[in-house]
């Protein structure tokens, strides 16, 4: 019985917590009609303006660098941050969408939010194939 009633107080407490809910993929800005997008002509320099600053060669907030094509694909402590061809299963995207409060990129004074042309570059580079 006291068995039986630590499993139901557990649930309960379980049941108590906040569920992280899902982005609302909607409300990402379209990808860009632009076609043979890069890493070095149309990438790097959006997160060299955004981004290196925490996640460059110096300071590897989360070991994540975004400095050079190699060590995007590579992703941080956290894992990978893009899905080659499909930008919307991409974290990278959700964060500087900053569709998730917890994880905007970059943080709220860390520097200016990226535009929605910069997201929607970004989302077509990865959905060509993040080359």
Not at 50 to 72: F, I, M, N, P
Request: charged share 25%.
């Amino acid at each position: 019985m006291k068995a039986q009633l630590l499993t139901l107080t557990a649930t309960l407490a379980l049941a108590a917590l906040p569920v992280s809910a899902e982005p609302d993929l909607s409300k990402l800005p379209p990808a860009s009609s632009k076609t043979g997008l890069t890493y070095a002509a149309d990438i790097k320099p959006i997160f060299e303006k955004s981004c290196v600053k925490c996640h460059g060669s110096e300071k590897q907030k989360g070991k994540l660098r975004l400095d050079t094509l190699e060590a995007v694909m590579k992703g941080g402590e956290n894992g990978a941050i893009l899905t080659k061809g499909d930008s919307k299963k991409s974290s990278l995207v959700v964060s500087v969408a900053r569709l998730e409060d917890d994880g905007a990129m970059p943080p709220e004074g860390k520097g200016d939010p990226l535009s929605k042309e910069q997201v929607g570059i970004i989302r077509a580079w990865i959905d060509q194939g993040a080359k």
